[in-house]
Nanobody, 121 residues
C-alpha cells in the first residue's frame, strides 16, 4: 500500500523557520512530481511548491524566496524548508506526489495526511 508520510511542522514565531519532510512508502516503480500544498482554515488548498524528478521547481509568488523544495529520489523523499515565516503561512501542509506503482507510464496522485504549521506574530 502506497503512503505519503509527513513529518516536521509545529509552532514557530514570525521570521522563524520550519522544515517539513515527506517520504513515499510501499511498493512502487518510481515517484514523479512531488509537491507541497497549504490549506489555511476555511480556505482552499493551494500549491506552495512543486519539484519534478529532474529537480525543476515551481513556487507561487507568495512564497518565492522564502520556501525551498528539494527531493531525494533514492529515498523517495521531498522536503520543504520554510524561512521568514509569516502568520499567514499558518495552516495544514499536505504532501502530494504522482506515484508510478507498477510501470513508467501509469501514475496515480496521492496525498499525505497533513501536518500543522502555526506561526505566531
Amino acid at each position: 500500500q502506497v503512503q505519503l508520510v509527513e513529518s516536521g511542522g509545529g509552532l514557530a514565531q514570525a521570521g522563524g523557520s520550519l522544515r517539513l519532510s515527506c517520504a513515499a512508502s510501499g511498493s512502487m516503480y518510481s515517484v514523479g512530481t512531488m509537491a507541497w500544498y497549504h490549506q489555511a482554515q476555511g480556505k482552499q488548498r493551494e500549491l506552495v511548491a512543486s519539484i519534478n524528478r529532474q529537480g525543476d521547481t515551481n513556487y507561487p509568488t507568495s512564497v518565492k524566496g522564502r520556501f525551498t523544495i528539494s527531493r531525494d529520489n533514492a529515498k523517495r523523499m521531498v522536503n520543504l524548508q520554510m524561512n521568514s515565516l509569516k502568520p499567514e503561512d499558518t495552516g495544514v501542509y499536505y504532501c502530494n506526489a504522482d506515484i508510478y506503482k507498477d510501470n513508467a507510464w501509469m501514475h496515480r496522485n496521492y496525498w499525505g495526511q497533513g501536518t500543522q504549521v502555526s506561526v505566531s506574530s
